[in-house]
């Protein structure tokens, strides 16, 4: 091969390389570039974004977000959910499973949180009964479950109207002073009119009494109507509520969650009081 022959050819690789890198500059700069961001206020356009995960879809997002985990933020590793070239971009918002968006918590950390719909039924909220006259569409993954003819909850798929096996012999009464053998469940029925306190009660209740059970640790039986009395959960001023942050770089607030929830660590930016059975999720 001629010398001309090889100038020619490494000019040519110089050229091929030349634009590859500049194609992949211009594809780690999207983001900032074609949003018209700048790094001191990207926190404040991102106060507006729905999380729609528009920048993800175009960065080739190959697997939605689970409910409640992390979505984006400042050092957050893009390519465990990305294909092709992906830089670390804190105004990335990745698309999240069905009902749920992307909303920031911090610039540390996005997270994937339940969309909020004003004609769907929060979880345990009631969806039916006689004269209840609101929405009886439940939110994604629940469904709504008689209780009794005058209230319905929505309550996880799959979930069956709880029923208790009476027990006769003394010895298995867990509390003695009220005679009542087995605790009522969260989010279940506690009394009412007309309510089976054979259920749970070793006694008989007069006719047009309706006692409150007492219900599992960290809940407490509420009057939702005159026919159905609900365990629900405690308040706990000394405790951080469910979904709230409980630690985290920089965080200054409570780090103990209320009763049912433990404080999981997702990042060194961010901890979040979880249910107990998703603290392994």
């Known amino acids: 091969m001629?010398?001309?022959?090889?100038?020619?050819?490494?000019?040519?690789?110089?050229?091929v390389a030349l634009n590859s890198v500049k194609a992949a500059s211009f594809r780690a700069d999207r983001t900032l570039a074609e949003a018209g961001l700048q790094p001191d206020?990207?926190?404040?356009?991102?106060?507006?974004?729905?999380?729609?995960?528009?920048?993800?879809?175009?960065?080739?997002?190959?697997?939605?977000?689970?409910?409640?985990?992390?979505?984006?933020?400042?050092?957050?590793?893009?390519?465990?959910?990305?294909?092709?070239?992906?830089?670390?971009?804190?105004?990335?918002?990745?698309?999240?499973?069905?009902?749920?968006?992307?909303?920031?918590?911090?610039?540390?950390?996005?997270?994937?949180?339940?969309?909020?719909d004003p004609y769907v039924v929060p979880r345990y909220g009631q969806c039916g009964g006689i004269g209840y006259e609101g929405e009886t569409k439940c939110s994604q993954g629940y469904e709504c479950v008689v209780s009794d003819p005058w209230y319905s909850l929505c309550r996880p798929k799959g979930t069956?109207?709880?029923?208790?096996?009476?027990?006769?012999?003394?010895?298995?009464?867990?509390?003695?002073?009220?005679?009542?053998?087995?605790?009522?469940?969260?989010?279940?029925?506690?009394?009412?009119?007309?309510?089976?306190?054979?259920?749970?009660?070793?006694?008989?209740?007069?006719?047009?009494?309706?006692?409150?059970?007492?219900?599992?640790?960290?809940?407490?039986c509420e009057v939702v109507n005159a026919w159905y009395f609900q365990c629900q959960p405690l308040p706990d001023l000394g405790g951080v509520a469910q979904w709230k942050q409980c630690g985290g770089a920089d965080y200054e607030g409570a780090t103990n969650c209320v009763t049912g929830s433990v404080c999981k660590y997702f990042?060194?930016?961010?901890?979040?009081?979880?249910?107990?059975?998703?603290e392994d999720a």
């Open 2 to 15: 001629t010398k001309l022959s090889l100038i020619v050819s490494f000019a040519a690789a110089a050229a």
């Open 41 to 116: 206020d990207w926190m404040e356009n991102l106060d507006d974004d729905p999380g729609s995960g528009d920048d993800g879809s175009q960065l080739g997002q190959f697997a939605n977000v689970r409910a409640w985990d992390q979505c984006g933020g400042m050092n957050f590793d893009l390519a465990r959910y990305m294909s092709g070239v992906v830089t670390l971009d804190a105004t990335t918002k990745l698309t999240c499973e069905p009902g749920y968006g992307c909303e920031v918590v911090n610039p540390w950390f996005f997270q994937c949180q339940e969309i909020v």
């Open 160 to 220: 069956q109207k709880r029923t208790v096996s009476k027990k006769l012999a003394e010895a298995d009464l867990w509390t003695e002073s009220s005679g009542q053998y087995d605790q009522v469940d969260a989010w279940e029925q506690c009394g009412g009119k007309d309510f089976d306190y054979a259920l749970f009660l070793d006694a008989s209740v007069d006719e047009g009494d309706a006692p409150m059970l007492t219900c599992a640790p960290g809940y407490g």
């Open 267 to 278: 990042s060194d930016w961010y901890s979040q009081c979880v249910p107990k059975e998703k």
